[in-house]
């Protein structure tokens, strides 16, 4: 079993800074890809940034500037810096990872694995 748990959620003012966490645990063999997706009220989720296991980091142009993705591949933890909050940024976070499992000894699975999803909400 496989379980991507994410942290660092909270109501913050415009303007304010916010670090989430996730970190992946299980029968893991590899990541390939980690990053983050965000739904906000009454609208589809979407992609806010992610990061892969060489370093190539992608990031919606809404957040471009503002927030910063990296990964610890070797501690299977994803981190998302988010600086300068909006209240357009209000919505679930997400964590996303691409993760191979062993089936048997010489078989993979590779999947995608989602978090819980943590709540960040900018209001005054």
């Known amino acids: 079993q496989v379980q991507l748990v994410e942290s660092g959620g909270a109501l913050v003012q415009p303007g304010g800074s916010l670090r989430l966490s996730c970190a992946a645990s299980?029968?893991?063999?590899?990541?390939?890809?980690m990053g983050w997706y965000r739904q906000p009220p009454g609208k589809q989720r979407e992609l806010v940034a992610r990061?892969?296991?060489?370093?190539?980091?992608d990031y919606a142009d809404s957040v471009k500037g503002r927030f910063t993705v990296s990964g610890d591949y070797a501690q299977n933890t994803v981190y998302l810096q988010m600086n300068g909050l909006k209240p357009e940024d209000t919505a679930v976070y997400y964590c996303?990872?691409?993760?191979?499992?062993?089936?048997?000894?010489?078989?993979?699975?590779?999947?995608?694995?989602w978090g819980q999803g943590t709540q960040v909400t900018v209001s005054s």
């Open positions: 996303h990872a691409v993760i191979s499992t062993s089936v048997s000894p010489m078989v993979r699975a590779v999947d995608d694995y």
């Open positions: 299980g029968a893991i063999f590899s990541i390939s890809d």
């Open positions: 990061v892969s296991y060489d370093g190539v980091t």
